[in-house]
């Protein structure tokens, strides 16, 4: 889009109608991740930063091949999120997975989590086996890795999601079954682009996860039918909450001279919103979601509040703060609250309530979920109707046992429209709260405001998405100021 958009996410989006028909996105296959939980063992190797029953493997056809007896995994987007993903994949017992390459723009990345993951399996070395000649860098280095797969395996996607569509478009290319990351869009003309492949990979019988990995979770999913069933009445409000201090990499101080601009950006991803849609998008798609299926619709519009405080020399483009009213298609609501800021209360959950009671989604964090149905709205001890029992299985590695289960018994399995249909309501509260004014679903769906449209053609050395200001900062939302789109970009 070819014009000054210093600007903050939608006036001009405002009149756009549409002949859009969203798909229902309500899989009951469901996946939810997040990169602190994931990163865990990453720590337990030294690197700082960065089940269902076992089931013989049948044969199955993709493209005329029969599945062999070790499916191989590439990894494309090397850091904590994406090692996690990997790892989580390698602990699956209803087949035989191998990690065999991986790929990152930054080699510091690629040898952490070759080291990382074969320190994790010291005792299963064939589980990795990705020596120097399939480790790969660079801008292209996503080709490489999954030129090493054949037909029918799985490359993993875990890149900043600017980059997901060109990645999603070559692995349908090879005939390779996904696993991505969310979120998976930030924008409206990526998200169409995002759902046109989806139908690619349709047609190609490829099986295509989403890492939104709290609906893999066997505690939620009884939960879920638990509501639709009426145990609580009807959904009246939900509201969830993601407060905590500065995380990942979405506090960012002025760039020194020592890292091209991109690169820069790339690895500072949470810091951009062409990158990864902010910590609004990265961060709060997880219980934006999770209600959602609860509530078994997608909100239609948002209006928000958000702001900026005490930043000091941080100059990322996020908020704070953010409070969202997200409203359904029969007049309920959602209301989220999200804030990064140190000294702060600090929770992360999610609460369901209807006219005849309330239900827990998720107590503290994303597992164990610890999912409860109470009898009244007070959620006390003395009112609890169900719980799940105790211990959970842990949904990272379930959301991996059910896309291998699709892949090895060849079920439909394409979580791609849902995680399309997170990525826009969430995007949608987004611009809302930078824009000040209310975002409806078509609105966000149908601007045609694209944040990163050259993202296929980044070269190291060349223009970064967004342009510093002169002072090194970036430009930052102003609601009721900037009322269009969220940020000026540069058309690469």
Known sequence: MNRDVNAVDGSECQDVKSDYS???????????????ARRGFLKSAALAGGVAAGATLNARTVHGQETPDVI???LVGAGGRGTGAANDALHVDNAKLKVVAVADVFPEN???SVKALSNEHIDAPEKVDVPEERQFVGFDAYKHAMDTLEPGDIVILATPLAFRWVHFQYAIDKGLNVFMEKPLTADGPSSKRMLELSAKADAKNLKCGVGLMVRHCRGRQEL???IQDGQIGDIIMMRAYRMHGPIASAFTKRRSDDMPETLWQIKNFHSFLWASGGCFSDFYIHQIDETSWMKNAWPVKAQALGGRHYRGDWIDQNFDTYAVEYTYPDGSKLFFDGRCMKGCRNDMSSMVHGSKGSAIVS????TPGKVRIFEGQNQSRREVAWAYPQPEKNPYRLEWTDLVDAIIHNKPY?????????????SMGRMAAHTGQEISFEQMLNCPHEFAPGVAELIVDGPAPV????DGSYPVPQPGILKEVEYELFDV
Do not use: C, Y
């Not at 394409?414 to 969430?426: D, K, M, W």
């Open 22 to 36: 969203a798909p229902d996105g309500l899989r009951r296959s469901a996946n939810d991740g997040d990169a602190l």
């Open 72 to 74: 191989q995994v590439a």
């Open 110 to 112: 690629v040898a952490r």
């Open 224 to 226: 879920f039918k638990r």
């Open 363 to 366: 107590t503290s964090g994303h």
């Open 414 to 426: 394409n979580e791609v429209p849902r995680g399309v249909q997170a990525s826009l309501v969430t």
């Open 467 to 470: 342009i510093a200001n002169a």
